[in-house]
């Protein structure tokens, strides 16, 4: 195909545009329910399979009659609770496998369709139990206001123009606020056609060896972004679990596989799941794909995403939402959960007056008025 009739894959074409859409509609209505199962005694394990199941169901209604169209799930549903910051989606096989929610745990959801490669990725967090007559508060509150504000202020941020380490700054002076951090070096990425992880990066909480290094950016019209907020009361830096790793991906690195069954491995990911993070769980045999993980992943063809853990003590939030930045706005197409100052009973504000004044500007950009044409003098 000549350059001149090389399909545009960026939301300035509107096919494109409506692809994601369509996928974040899926995930919306797939998220809302997984949430809305959280409840006491539910097990962690059915929970994520539901949340998968239902993506492949929703999915089954978009595109009907062009077949060729790949769909799929973009993130395997994650559901970590209380110090488990992310990642834990668990296998039949693991010890922890029938661990089941209590009241006042902090449930924190993750899930994502795609539609011809273009993702649409949603991540929220919900206190088991809470509602308006039993409200969260304390510590858990001031986390999950922490997260809520610095999500809103982003998409602010993000709009044409502005740079990275901008966002960055605001972030941490809103965590700061309810007395919380970002967790150090977690990004945000551009999102691409079958790509999650894009060139251009934001990071919420750069360890000091990495502020004065990491790449500045500007964002630009027609770009998407995968907006990962997590935020913690304690010190920011968390640990990798014990628990055993599920969530695999491709990386796009290139090596020939020596063992036999890596190579097995590697062609059973490619074909079923692409380039988008999976579960060992949705593996034909789990057996046989852990044995052909272990040179995948130390050759760097495969990323397991290794699931990370807080102090006992601390509570940690999440939102996490994609955005189309345009040249009218920047659009928040998937929604978490939606915050209620009536379940989230947070004590602190923010006072600082320059970001309070973003919080109240709009996600939309104004245009400009047209210049009025000069009076042209009469004879």
């Known amino acids: 195909m000549s350059a001149a009739t090389k399909t545009d894959t960026t939301i300035a074409n509107t096919n494109v545009v409506t692809k994601y859409k369509a996928a974040a509609d899926v995930t919306n209505s797939v998220i809302r329910k997984v949430i809305s199962a959280c409840k006491v005694d539910s097990k962690i394990i059915d929970l994520c399979k539901l949340g998968d199941a239902s993506i492949i169901d929703g999915l089954s209604t978009q595109y009907t009659k062009d077949k060729s169209l790949s769909k ?4 395997p549903t994650s559901i970590s609770v209380n110090n488990i910051v992310c990642h834990y989606a668990p296998s039949e096989n693991d010890a922890t496998s029938q661990q089941t929610l209590k009241n006042g745990d902090v449930v924190r ?16 967090t919900v206190v088991v139990g809470s509602s308006a007559e039993s409200p969260v508060t304390g510590k858990t509150a001031d986390a999950i206001a922490a997260a809520h504000y610095a999500a809103e202020a982003i998409q602010r941020l ?7 380490m901008a966002v960055t700054d ?3 002076k809103i965590a ?39 790449a500045t950016c500007e964002f630009a019209p027609y770009e998407v972004y995968l907006i990962d907020v997590f935020i913690t009361t304690g010190e ?7 628990l055993r790793t599920n969530i695999y991906k491709k990386t796009g690195t290139s090596y020939q596989l020596k063992m036999k069954s890596a190579r097995a491995t590697f062609s059973d990911i490619s074909k079923s799941f692409g380039t988008f993070p999976f579960t060992i769980r949705s593996c034909e045999d789990e057996r046989q794909t852990r044995m052909g993980l272990i040179e995948c992943t130390k050759m760097g063809v495969v990323q397991a995403f290794d699931i990370q853990e807080e102090k006992p003590s601390e509570s940690v939030a999440q939102v996490t939402f994609t955005a189309l930045v345009t040249p009218n706005g920047v659009e928040r197409i998937t929604q978490g959960v939606a915050f209620d100052s009536k379940v989230i009973k947070t004590e602190k504000k923010i006072e600082d007056a320059e970001i309070r004044q973003l919080l109240e500007t709009s996600t939309k950009i104004k245009k400009k008025p047209a210049a009025k044409p000069a009076a042209v003098a009469s004879a």
């Open 72 to 75: 799929g799930i973009a993130y």
């Open 109 to 124: 959801v993750q899930l994502g369709a795609h539609i011809d490669g273009y993702a649409a990725v949603a991540g929220g």
């Open 158 to 164: 993000i709009k044409p123009g502005n740079k990275n």
């Open 170 to 172: 605001k972030v941490q």
């Open 176 to 214: 700061s606020a309810f007395g919380c951090k970002p967790i150090e070096n977690m990004l945000c990425h551009e999102q691409k056609q079958n790509d999650l992880d894009g060139e251009k990066q934001i990071i919420l909480n750069p360890a000091p060896e990495n502020r004065s290094t990491f």
């Open 236 to 242: 920011g830096r968390t640990k990798k679990s014990e």
